[in-house]
Every structure is written in structure tokens, then in C-alpha cells.
């Protein structure tokens, strides 16, 4: 069974640019969770989707948007990209009920210049 | 608030046990998970607790206690493959669904 893939594994941006980064669940799977984990911090809790709609989102300015598609690959798109944006983003996916046992991708490296 | 600690940094021998505590003050607290991750890799799922109690899963154990706010996972016979960081995560009921919030991960050095 296919894991969590995410694309692309590297991201350079400079400050001001728009960023997209995306995921494809586990098969079976409806929810796709977005994770922001910078140096030295835990994981920040950033975008739920289930079933093509946003179910929560974390403490973060809406900058930080997404969508989920009827396959239930999902996007995240970051827009005027600041330095304290660079990160690895995780994506994981999971069976419903919410948050059941999550699934993690490898992640996206996103660097902003 | 929310809130979880986990010590940032601890070390242990081949062979040894050791135990990694969480503690957490959160509203709507609906269960604790354990999460193992190497460095330069995704965190893989350990372990799940929603009631007071130990699990039990080979050389990896989890344990809750939710009056006191307050996990720990053990591990056992240690080998050098378990240096990694621990992430501590707990499920808490916001904006009237679950969601995650994870401790700063606490990193696991194992030595011969």
C-alpha cells in the first residue's frame, strides 16, 4: 500500500512570492491534515480537510489556505511569503472519525529567501 | 490555553529503559498520542492512550493519566536505532471538532 506522498520535497521561494505544496492520502483515506514544523519547534497544527471541505484550521493568518479535491489530494498554498514561513510542511492523512491515527508524509522543505 | 512539556533532550544506553514524560494542561481533552520521528523523516504513529492506564506494544509502552494531566512513554531494551525525537500530541475538542496540538518533541540520544 502507497504511503502519503507529498510534492515537491524542495521549495525555494523569495519573500513576497506565493507558495503551493501538495499531498495525495494514504488510498481509502478522506482526511488530509497540514502541519507547519520550523527549527526548533513542535509540530504547529495548520489545516484539517475531510470529504473536500475545511473542517479547522489552526492559529494561523489566512495567508495559509488550501482545498481538498475529489480524490482527496489536497494543495496548501501560502501567499506573500515571509522568512519566518521557512519550514518543513507535513501532511498526513487518516481514516474518518477525526483524527483517528494519522499517517505522515515525508514532507516539503519550504525555504523563503 | 494549551499547553504540553516534554524535556527537550535526554540520553540513555543500549540496552537500557527509559521513560519520557508529558504533561498537559488543554480544554476538551479527548486522548494522547505518541509519535516516534528520526531526523530528516515523517513521524510515525506509536502509540494512542484515551483512557488512564498502560498500553502495551513490545518494547514500547504508553501510559495516562488524565487527572493529573500527564503521560509517559516507556521504552525498553534500547537500541541504537530508537535515538530519535518523541512528539507528544494531544486530542482536544475546537471549534466543535478534534484537533491535534503537538509538544516540542523531546530528542532521544542513544549511546553504546
Known amino acids: 500500500e502507497a504511503g502519503v506522498t507529498q510534492s515537491p520535497t524542495h521549495l525555494i521561494k523569495t519573500r513576497g512570492q506565493q507558495a503551493t505544496l501538495r499531498c495525495s492520502p494514504i488510498s481509502g483515506h478522506t482526511s488530509v491534515y497540514w502541519y507547519q514544523q520550523a527549527l526548533g519547534l513542535g509540530l504547529q497544527f495548520l489545516l484539517w480537510y475531510d470529504e473536500g471541505e475545511e473542517r479547522n484550521r489552526g492559529n494561523f493568518p489566512p495567508r495559509f489556505s488550501g482545498r481538498q479535491f475529489p480524490n482527496y489530494s489536497s494543495e496548501l498554498n501560502v501567499n506573500a511569503l515571509e522568512l519566518e514561513d521557512s519550514a518543513l510542511y507535513l501532511c498526513?492523512?487518516?481514516?474518518?472519525?477525526?483524527?483517528?491515527?494519522?499517517?505522515f508524509g515525508p514532507g516539503t522543505r519550504l525555504t523563503v529567501l | 490555553g494549551q499547553n504540553i512539556d516534554q524535556p527537550t533532550e535526554m540520553t540513555a544506553t543500549e540496552g537500557a529503559i527509559v521513560q519520557i514524560n508529558c504533561t498537559y494542561q488543554t480544554s476538551g481533552f479527548n486522548g494522547l498520542f505518541w509519535y516516534q520521528q528520526h531526523a530528516g523523516e515523517a513521524p510515525t504513529f506509536l502509540s494512542y492512550?484515551?483512557?488512564?492506564g498502560l498500553e502495551e506494544k513490545g518494547r514500547f509502552s504508553s501510559f495516562l493519566s488524565r487527572s493529573k494531566g500527564y503521560s509517559y512513554l516507556l521504552l525498553k531494551e534500547l537500541q541504537m536505532k530508537d535515538s530519535a525525537s518523541y512528539l507528544c500530541a494531544v486530542r482536544r475538542l475546537s471549534g466543535g471538532s478534534y484537533i491535534p496540538t503537538f509538544g516540542r518533541g523531546t530528542s532521544l540520544i542513544v549511546h553504546p
Open positions: 498526513a492523512s487518516s481514516l474518518p472519525p477525526e483524527m483517528d491515527t494519522q499517517y
Open positions: 492512550n484515551v483512557l488512564d
